[in-house]
C-alpha cells in the first residue's frame, strides 16, 4: 500500500477538511476513503456492532462514483442515524460508460453518549477531488465541507 502502510493522511486546508486515502485496489481505497471520514465525524476506534447497510451505486466516472459512495454514506449516518466503522467494497466495476459499486458498511446505532460527536460534515465535495492509479496502488484526495 502506498505511503508507508497508511490508510489514509488529513491534509492542511484553510476552511474544510481534506484527506488522501490510500489502497491496493480501488475498492480498498474507496474503503479507506469512507474510513477517513468517518473519523472526522466521531472516533471509529469506539464503534463495534454489525448493522449493515448495503451500497449499490452506479455513476458516470470513478471521480462521481467515490464522491455518491461518500454522499450515501453520508446520508445513511444523518437519516438512519447509523455510525460506521467497517467497510467492506466488494465490487467496483466499468460496463457501458458506467461505473458502478456494491459495498457492505458496518456499524452500530448513533448515541451520543457513547460516540461523541467530534465534526459535523455537511457535504462530501468535488472541490480538490483526486482519484488516481500509481506504481503502488491507488490514492484519493477528498475535501469535505464542514
Do not use: C
Amino acid at each position: 500500500m502506498p505511503s508507508q502502510g497508511k490508510k489514509y493522511e488529513y491534509l492542511e486546508h484553510t476552511a474544510d477538511i481534506k484527506f488522501l486515502a490510500y489502497g491496493e485496489t480501488v475498492e480498498e481505497v474507496f474503503e479507506n476513503a469512507a474510513l477517513a471520514m468517518f473519523n472526522v465525524i466521531i472516533d471509529t476506534e469506539k464503534v463495534s456492532g454489525e448493522t449493515e447497510r448495503e451500497v449499490l451505486l452506479t455513476s458516470p466516472d470513478l471521480e462521481s462514483l467515490l464522491v455518491d459512495w461518500l454522499s450515501e454514506l453520508l446520508y445513511l449516518f444523518e437519516v438512519d442515524e447509523v455510525v460506521f466503522w467497517k467497510f467492506q467494497v466488494e465490487e467496483i466495476r466499468e460496463e457501458e460508460g458506467e461505473y458502478s459499486i456494491k459495498a457492505l458498511a458496518s456499524g452500530e446505532k448513533y448515541y451520543p453518549e457513547s460516540h461523541p460527536f467530534e465534526t459535523e460534515i455537511k457535504a462530501v465535495t468535488y472541490n480538490q477531488l483526486e482519484l488516481e492509479k500509481t506504481a503502488g496502488g491507488w490514492k484519493a484526495q477528498v475535501v469535505v465541507d464542514i
